[in-house]
């Protein structure tokens, strides 16, 4: 059924307002307090959290900008330092998955003096030997658990690292680097990403934390402040 023109002119205004007012609440550039903030919002839709086995489970996506002042802090650094980086950053898509427990105390029975009561990398767990062997997964045996697919084609990290080994709270995160070896094209090109987490260590089971690339693009650019 064909529209009768003025409401055929009131869809295409409604769109097209929508549209302005998306791009309204996208600011073009902000400084870094702001910066960590807007990424850390879920509404901006960078953020996606699910509730597993006890677990809490959360992967944020790492823009190129907030990758390349990460890498730059403490050093003397310039606006083409940063830039430079920026665009290195580009050539992969990178997110941070972080675990934590979900729930306030260890399942009845479970811990010991050597295992802390409270920590993501020994919830569950009855024994020291299995603290170290799950130490042992996190560590190096991540990259075959996760998978990000997309109408492109599906990915493996190249990279995936632990952070804050020694950090005292009880989350703990890992760094998640995809870069096709011959073209972050295709990659970059896709509409929809599925990361997807096939859990072999937490028994969390199977996870799935989906993006959309637009969401991606539409972010503010990050101030940096030359450090000299």
Known sequence: MTLPMPLRLTAVLICLLLAFAACERVPHSLPLADYLVWLADEENKLVRERHSGGMRLRVKYLPPDYLAWRELQGRDAWDADFEALSAYHRRSISFLFSIDPAEARQPAGVGSPKVPARDAMSYGLRSFEDYA?????????L????????????????????ENSYELGPRRSCILVFAPPDSIRPLRAARD???????????????HFRFRREDFESLPQLQFKEQG
């Not at 062997?133 to 045996?141: I, Q, T």
């Not at 990403?193 to 996870?207: P, R």
């Open 143 to 162: 990259a075959d658990q996760w998978e990000l697919r997309t109408e492109k084609g599906s990915f493996r990290p190249v990279l995936t690292g632990m």
């Open 133 to 141: 062997e799950r130490v042992m997964k996190l560590n190096f045996g």
């Open 193 to 207: 990403y599925d990361l997807v987490f096939k859990d072999e260590t937490l028994a969390t089971g199977i996870s």
